[in-house]
C-alpha cells in the first residue's frame, strides 16, 4: 500500500512539473514607453508597432508587460527596476526617448537583463553595456544631413533643438561633421520640449542669415518650430531629424512643411529602395500590414522600431534557447551573446549588424533624405 501510494504521489508531482513546465518557457517582455507626456508623440506611435507582432517566437508564447514613463526619466527608470526584480522579464524594451532610455540603460546593465532601446541612447565610456539600439546612431543620421547639405550648396545653418539628451548628441554630431565638410553652424538655439513657443529662439536662428536651419525636435512637437521660422520669413532649407518622420509632422505643419527635408530610417518609404535592397520587402511587408490596421498614410519610424525588435528576436531567441530556457539568468546572458554574435539581422530600417563593441549595429547606408511634396513624403534629390 505504501509503495502505491508513493508511487501515485510521484506520477502526481512528475504530472504538476510537466503541466507547469511551459510556463517557465514564456518569454516575458516588458515595454516601458513615453505613452503620456511631452514625448507621447513618440510613444504612442512605437506602441502601435507591437500590435503587428505573432503571439510566440520560436514556438514560446509571449507575454507583454506595458508601463508608461510620463516622459520622466526618473519613473522610466522605476519602471526598468520593477520590471527586472518583481516581474522578472527576460527583457525589456524601450524607453522611446532618448533620456529615459538612458536612466534604463543603468538598471538593464544592473539586473544583467537586455535592454532593446526604441530611442538612439548613448552612454559613458564603459556604461550600457546590456542596452542594445533599435533606431540609427545621430551619427548616421547626421551623416545623411551634412551630405545632403553638401551636396545642395549648403554653406551655412543654424540649429534649433531640444536642450535635452537627443539635442546634445545632435549637435555634438553636426558640428564634427559639418566641420569636416566646411559647413558653419552660425547658432545652436535650445528649448524644451514642453515649450509652448520658440518665437525668440527662431528669430536668433533668423537673425544669423544662414542657408538653412536644421530642426532637432521629435513627433507632433517637430511641427511648432518649424512653422515658426517659415511664418517669421525664412526662405532657406529647412531640415527635420528622423524623430520627425511621421504623418504628425505634415498634418500639423501644413504648407509650412511643404520642401523641406527630413531625414529618416528606411521603413517611412521603402518604395523609394531598389527591388534588390535587404529590406525592402521587410519594410513593404511592414508598411501594409500597418497601414492595413491604421490607416492609409499612417506608417512611420516609430513603430517599425517596435516590429523590428520582433524580427531580430526572432534570429536571437532560438540560438539563445540552445543554451537555456526563458524565465532564467542564463537565458538573459545567453540572448545578451546571441546579439553580440549572431552577425547581420535584415529589419524594416537597413541591416543591424550587433557586436560585442557596436550595440547601434546600423551602417550610413540605414537612413535616407526624404522630402514633404503635395502633403506627402517622397525621396529627395
Not at 546593465?109 to 538612439?120: I, N, S, W, Y
Not at 566641420?179 to 558653419?184: L, P, T, V, W, Y
Not at 518604395?271 to 498614410?297: I, R
Amino acid at each position: 500500500m505504501k509503495r502505491m501510494l508513493k508511487g501515485t504521489l510521484l506520477a502526481t508531482a512528475l504530472g504538476m512539473a510537466l503541466a507547469t513546465g511551459p510556463a517557465l518557457a514564456d518569454i516575458k517582455i516588458g515595454v516601458v514607453l513615453s505613452l503620456t507626456g511631452p514625448a507621447s508623440g513618440l510613444g504612442i506611435p512605437v506602441n502601435t508597432g507591437f500590435a503587428l507582432w505573432p503571439d510566440n517566437i520560436a514556438g514560446e508564447k509571449i507575454t507583454f508587460i506595458t508601463l508608461d514613463d510620463g516622459s520622466d526619466p526618473a519613473r522610466a527608470q522605476k519602471n526598468a527596476e520593477k520590471l527586472i526584480t518583481e516581474d522578472k522579464v527576460d527583457l525589456i524594451i524601450g524607453s522611446s526617448t532618448t533620456t529615459p532610455a538612458i536612466a534604463m540603460g543603468e538598471v538593464a546593465a544592473a539586473g544583467k537583463t537586455v535592454q532593446l532601446a526604441a530611442a538612439p541612447a548613448e552612454f559613458p565610456e564603459g556604461k550600457g553595456s546590456w542596452t542594445f539600439r533599435l533606431p540609427q546612431s545621430t551619427s548616421v543620421m547626421a551623416g545623411g544631413v551634412i551630405e545632403h547639405m553638401k551636396a545642395n550648396g549648403v554653406k551655412s545653418f543654424a540649429f534649433i533643438g531640444y536642450n535635452d539628451a537627443y539635442g546634445d548628441l545632435w549637435l555634438r554630431d553636426l558640428s564634427r561633421l559639418a566641420e569636416q565638410a566646411g559647413i558653419k553652424i552660425t547658432t545652436a538655439e535650445r528649448y524644451a520640449r514642453a515649450d509652448t513657443s520658440v518665437t525668440a529662439q527662431a528669430l536668433k536662428a533668423i537673425g544669423t542669415k544662414p542657408d538653412a536651419i536644421l530642426i532637432v525636435a521629435s513627433g507632433s512637437g517637430a511641427a511648432m518650430p518649424h512653422t515658426t521660422v517659415v511664418d517669421r520669413g525664412f526662405k532657406g532649407k529647412v531640415y527635420q531629424t528622423h524623430s520627425a518622420a511621421s504623418r504628425d509632422l505634415i498634418r500639423l505643419g501644413g504648407k509650412a512643411v511643404e520642401g523641406s527635408f527630413v531625414v529618416s530610417g528606411l521603413a517611412v518609404l521603402p518604395e523609394g529602395l531598389p527591388a534588390d535592397h535587404p529590406s525592402k520587402k521587410l519594410a513593404t511587408d511592414f508598411v501594409n500590414a500597418y497601414e492595413a490596421k491604421n490607416g492609409p498614410g499612417t506608417r512611420n519610424q516609430f513603430a517599425a522600431h517596435a516590429y523590428d525588435a520582433y524580427l531580430v528576436l526572432d534570429k536571437v531567441v532560438p540560438v539563445a534557447m540552445k543554451t537555456a530556457k526563458p524565465g532564467t539568468p542564463e537565458f538573459r546572458t545567453a540572448l545578451k551573446d546571441a546579439l553580440e554574435n549572431y552577425g547581420s539581422i535584415p529589419v524594416t530600417q537597413g541591416v543591424l549588424t550587433y557586436t560585442k563593441d557596436d550595440h547601434f549595429g546600423f551602417d550610413d547606408k540605414a537612413q535616407m533624405m526624404l522630402t514633404i511634396k503635395d502633403g506627402a513624403y517622397a525621396a529627395a534629390k
